[in-house]
């Protein structure tokens, strides 16, 4: 199996920063995309930010300029620095990576079990 292992979230005020982690683990042959998902509280959840293993990314319009996503491909991990935090950033925040786990094999979707970032005003 593959595992995520989330780690970062926590309490800010408006305008600080936080770093979040995401370590993938387990039955790994090769990782294409990773990225972060978050969901607000009645909201579905959404694209925040995502980057290629080639390094290309792409940023929810909301997090441009604030957010930056980054990956260490040979720890198999995925980290999202934000910074200029708004309330509005409140959510639980989601990696995802898209994993093959063998030759031929076809890349399936795994997620992190989330973690909490609430930002005050």
């Known amino acids: 199996q593959v595992q995520l292992v989330e780690s970062g979230g926590g309490l800010v005020q408006a305008g600080g920063s936080l770093r979040l982690s995401c370590a993938a683990s387990?039955?790994?042959?090769?990782?294409?995309?990773m990225g972060w998902y978050r969901q607000a509280p009645g909201k579905e959840r959404e694209l925040a930010a995502l980057i290629s293993s080639g390094g290309s990314t792409n940023y929810a319009d909301s997090v441009k300029g604030r957010f930056t996503i980054s990956r260490d491909n040979a720890k198999n991990t995925v980290y999202l620095q934000m910074n200029s935090l708004k309330p509005e950033d409140t959510a639980v925040y989601y990696c995802n990576a898209n994993v093959n786990r063998g030759y031929g094999l076809k890349y399936n979707d795994y997620w992190g079990q989330g973690t909490q970032v609430t930002v005050s005003s």
């Open positions: 387990g039955s790994i042959f090769n990782i294409r995309t």
